[in-house]
């Protein structure tokens, strides 16, 4: 089992930057990946990033391609989105997910095994 655990969110002014984290504990061995996913009020969850733990490869959603950063800290089993130029249609709850070996499909949930509580970002007009 791995837990995960997100940070760092809150309200932000359009044209703002926010920067939230996710946590990974428990059996990280098992991690081959992690991600970042959001979903909205009556809207699927939708892919956001993903960066792969043994070269850092990542991969963005066009609609943040450019605009977000997704890093990990190796000590710490952490992985970041620094999120920049935010725009009223990033709000959304943020979800963190861990894949435990194929990213031949990295921008799909059940891609994923592991997912953190979410937490919500705002982006006010």
């Known amino acids: 089992q791995v837990q995960l655990v997100e940070s760092g969110g809150g309200l932000v002014q359009a044209g703002g930057s926010l920067r939230v984290s996710c946590a990974a504990s428990g059996r990280t061995s098992s991690v081959y990946a992690m991600g970042w996913f959001r979903r909205t009020p009556g809207k699927e969850r939708e892919f956001v990033a993903s960066?792969?733990?043994?070269?850092?490869?990542?991969y963005y959603a066009d609609s943040v391609k450019g605009r977000f950063t997704i890093s990990r800290d190796n000590a710490k089993n952490t992985v970041f989105l620094q999120m920049n130029s935010l725009k009223v249609e990033d709000t959304a709850v943020y979800y963190c997910?861990?894949?435990?070996?194929?990213?031949?499909?990295?921008?799909?949930?059940?891609?994923?095994?592991?997912w953190g509580q979410g937490i919500q970002v705002t982006v006010s007009s």
């Open positions: 997910a861990v894949n435990r070996g194929d990213l031949s499909g990295y921008s799909q949930t059940l891609s994923y095994d592991y």
């Open positions: 960066i792969r733990w043994s070269d850092y490869t990542t």
